[in-house]
């Protein structure tokens, strides 16, 4: 089993819709990012938290520290919005690393 | 413009040729590492380093060496390359700890090995 999940791991929307996409991790952790694959490869950093909620636009990230889950929520998608979204969780400040574990994403897309 | 570059972005070699993927950023970042990504498996790091002179192995060290003499640059060296590390390799870069701030990626290197 890894220890980040992923769910769904592939969605499809209409433009419009709200979307939410999942990420479970078995570990303790200290933070967690989400990442956006652009469809031409890229990936740019959408948010980094290791508590409550962050938002940005239409982009709003949520983590439950002791539920080890956190969403990431698409308001007002759009075809823009299709790429794949990556979860990755850095384990905790006493393990004396900084290394990262991702899940295998889940890849959006959203029609017109 | 703040950035992390990669060269070469397509490489196609054989079996044995050691070669080096440069990485490098301008943003004096504390904190760089690599990664390979492969269908179905998703991203895995490979190596990373906290600092200059600094390095530690990822999940997947196996046949890369990396090395971090000065700040900003991170190359990624296959002594003796095998087609299954044929992929797709981002170098990213933090400020301080990824523990606390975003990662800044290279635009990706696409490695083939025949």
């Known amino acids: 089993k890894n220890e980040v999940e992923q769910s769904p791991q592939n969605l499809t929307a209409q433009e419009g819709e709200f979307i939410t996409i999942n990420c479970s991790y078995s570990v303790g952790i200290s933070a967690l990012h989400w990442l956006q694959q652009h469809p031409g490869g890229g990936i740019v950093s959408l948010f980094m938290l290791s508590s409550g909620k962050k938002k940005h636009g239409r982009l709003i990230a949520t983590i439950n520290i002791q539920e080890k889950h956190s969403s990431l929520h698409i308001t007002a998608s759009h075809p823009r919005d299709s790429a794949v979204y990556i979860c990755a969780v850095i384990p905790p400040w006493f393990e004396d690393t900084d290394k990262l574990i991702f899940g295998t994403g889940t890849r959006l897309q959203v029609f017109p | 413009e703040a950035q992390v570059t990669q060269n070469p972005r397509y490489l196609i070699t054989v079996t044995g040729k050691k070669l080096t993927v440069t990485c490098s950023q301008n943003?004096?970042?504390?904190?760089m590492s690599w990664y390979r990504q492969d269908p179905g498996l998703g991203l895995r790091q490979i190596y990373y380093?906290?600092?200059?002179?600094?390095?530690d192995k990822g999940d997947v060290p196996e046949g890369y060496k990396v090395s971090r003499k000065e700040k900003r640059n991170f190359p990624l060296i296959l002594e003796s390359p095998s087609p299954n590390q044929t992929s797709l390799y981002f170098c990213?870069?933090?400020?301080?700890?990824?523990?606390?701030?975003?990662?800044?990626f290279g635009p990706g290197t696409r490695l083939t090995v025949l």
């Open positions: 380093s906290m600092n200059v002179e600094v390095t």
């Open positions: 943003m004096n970042h504390e904190y």
């Open positions: 990213a870069s933090t400020k301080g700890t990824v523990s606390y701030n975003e990662q800044f």
